[in-house]
């Protein structure tokens, strides 16, 4: 897969690898040097798409290691706690139970790259990435009611649709893995789903928070 601005494996180097790293920094040393450091990444990345993407990956060729980002850092998910960029703060049930519904769905497709070669565990968590899809979706329909502007409902529900046309597109993948065995598109469609839950929760903090 070429790499693009566009895609969500250079948009989740920064939130999966980079950020915890950061975050490690600024509780241990020096926490206006950590917190300068973190807001100066954040910023250039905002600025240019892809550029910590770009860093990783050729400290990985300086270093002469072979690296598959996309099961890295499907791997990565799975250890690190949902920040508070992806988090809503609002305290009622429905904003609370979004979290949990988000936070849920992106550790169990973290869980892919260890269970992919193990059939009968694979198609058990296939059935819970389902299940966790749906939950995901009835929390947003949810939280649309507290939403005050019909342009705020209507953005919204257009990435609810993109969310389930990427939903749906993981499903796919996943028969195509069936009859071919390639692991590495369903690691990049389970990115990809992971961006897409991303992308739900920044709307829904835009929108209510």
Not at 32 to 61: N, P
Not at 151 to 176: H, I, P, W
């Amino acid at each position: 897969m070429k790499m693009g601005e566009e895609s969500p494996i250079t948009a989740l180097v920064l939130p999966i690898l980079v950020r915890p790293i950061l975050d490690k920094l600024e509780r241990k040393d020096d926490v206006t040097a950590a917190q300068q450091l973190k807001l100066a990444i954040s910023k250039v990345e905002a600025a240019h798409t892809g550029f910590v993407y770009d860093l990783v990956m050729g400290l990985v060729r300086r270093a002469e290691l072979s690296v598959n980002m996309a099961e890295s850092l499907l791997k990565l998910q799975g250890s690190i706690p949902d920040t508070n960029e992806y988090k809503c703060s609002r305290p009622e049930d429905s904003f609370q139970e979004l979290n949990r519904k988000s936070s849920s769905l992106k550790k169990i497709l973290s869980r892919i790259p260890d269970e992919i070669n193990d059939r009968k565990t694979f198609l058990e968590t296939i059935k819970e990435i389902a299940s966790a899809i749906k939950k995901l979706l009835d929390a947003v329909n949810e939280v649309s009611g507290y939403i005050p502007s019909p342009t705020g409902k209507q953005a919204l529900e257009q990435r609810k649709r993109e969310f389930v046309k990427y939903s749906k597109r993981f499903s796919n993948t996943l028969k195509d893995f069936f009859r071919e065995g390639q692991a590495q598109s369903v690691f990049v469609s389970a990115i990809y789903l992971i961006h897409q839950t991303n992308l739900i929760m920044l709307t829904v903090k835009s929108k209510c928070d």
